[in-house]
């Protein structure tokens, strides 16, 4: 869990050398999405944009991942916040800018953090299709109306990483399975809307 | 003539059946090494539940939990073991049904030639036609078949995520839904997952616009 140290702001200051605002940008966005265990290689990434050694790469990119993290983490949303994080003697133009790119990116890394946060798998999508039977080898003629679903399920993100297994489920339901599926659905809906008030 | 003709295939079916061929375990031993594993008890009550599917009677096996019981009971099998038995016994009496066997004729067949079966199996096996068997007719019911998983049950909970290594104050609502489903085998399987708020209300669309479509129709 992102918890800023000490040398994290000092680290910051390798910011200086960076060659465009865009490219700050740029680096927040990677350092904020980069799950720990691949801040090295785009340290590695990093490197050559700004001409720094590749140990100062490491420190920087690991202080802006906490630094954001730590933004996204406390719910920080007000520019105050942030700039009260910083430390006095830290360069006002460089504080005022991460300030501002953290401002504008904080409500979609919010959301970014939701979407990885550990989950049972997630419905991703979901087909469907009315068919009748009308006809089987025990009897010739009917005209049974029944529904296939197909649910889209993808597995816990956070396991998977870059590959999400995504599996499907396919089931048939009678008029009377839907009208059970429907009451259910029906009492969560009652339940939303009780909390939504509350 | 015509009677044991049809007893001496239905015979080498059986044999087929229980042989390690037909269903291959991951020990590669026969359905029959893996039935000797099952306490007479456990054996007697997947039979029953796979009667009583058969019999349209319920809606599934519960192999997941019969395995469960069986495993804290001191016995080791994994459930896809338990399943391909499962799978063979209903096999076994389908194929009895559809051939109107009596019950001295399913016992005949399994006992000679197949010695590998154990004694309680066989009674149990015995036991339970006699009870039960002659009732699996040809079902008059459109929805018995079964190609794709049958609907069983839904499970739901409303949730809210108060807070996570990522944010310390989430507030996020979730509904999360186990669908209990029986697959085309009879065996039935629990498949959770979850939904956002807005996924969900669009489920919920969804299934008001199929129960329309099958009113229509």
């Known amino acids: 869990m992102a918890a800023l140290r000490d040398g994290d702001f000092a680290a910051l200051q390798i910011l200086l050398k960076a060659p465009s605002k865009d490219a700050v940008r740029q680096l927040c966005q990677e350092c904020f999405s980069s799950p720990p265990a691949a801040l090295g290689p785009l340290a590695q990434r990093a490197c050559p944009g700004l001409a720094v050694s590749a140990e100062e790469a490491e420190q920087l990119v690991s202080a802006l991942h906490n630094l954001t993290r730590h933004v996204v983490y406390r719910g920080l949303t007000a520019p105050e916040d942030i700039l009260r994080l910083f430390p006095e003697n830290f360069h006002q133009n460089l504080k005022n800018l991460l300030t501002k790119i953290i401002l504008e990116n904080v409500s979609s890394w919010r959301n970014e953090a939701q979407a990885s946060q550990i989950s049972l798998p997630r419905l991703v999508d979901m087909d469907w299709r009315v068919d009748i039977k009308t006809s089987s080898d025990s009897i010739v003629r009917m005209a049974v109306p029944t529904c296939l679903l197909q649910l889209k399920i993808q597995e816990d993100a956070a396991l998977c990483g870059n590959n999400p297994v995504v599996s499907a489920l396919t089931v048939e339901l009678s008029k009377e399975t839907l009208d059970t599926m429907l009451e259910g659905l029906g009492r969560i809906r009652d339940q939303l809307s009780a909390v939504a008030n509350k | ?217």
């Open chain 2, 1 to 217: 003539a015509f009677f044991r003709e049809r007893l001496d295939l239905l015979l080498l079916h059986f044999i087929y059946v229980f042989a390690s061929d037909r269903c291959c375990f991951s020990d590669g031993g026969g359905a029959a090494d893996k039935i000797r594993l099952i306490p007479q008890d456990f054996f007697a009550e997947l039979c029953e539940q796979i009667i009583q599917h058969l019999n349209h009677k319920i809606p599934g096996i519960n192999t997941a939990e019969l395995c469960q019981r069986i495993q804290t009971s001191g016995v080791d099998i994994n459930i896809g073991d338990l399943a391909k038995v499962a799978n063979t016994l209903s096999f076994l009496f389908s194929t009895a049904a559809r051939n109107n066997l009596s019950t001295e004729e399913l016992v005949t067949s399994l006992g000679s030639g197949v010695s590998t079966l154990p004694k309680h199996a066989v009674q149990v096996i015995r036991h339970v036609w006699n009870e039960q068997g002659k009732a699996i007719a040809v079902s008059e019911d459109a929805t018995t078949t079964a190609t794709v998983g049958q609907f069983v049950d839904m499970k739901w909970k409303l949730g809210v995520a108060m807070s996570s290594d990522t944010c310390r104050s989430l507030k996020y609502p979730y509904v999360t839904v186990t669908l209990t489903v029986a697959d085309p085998s009879g065996q039935i399987t629990d498949k959770s997952f979850e939904m956002t708020i807005p996924q969900f209300k669009n489920f919920v669309r969804q299934f008001k616009e199929m129960a329309s479509v099958l009113e229509t129709v």
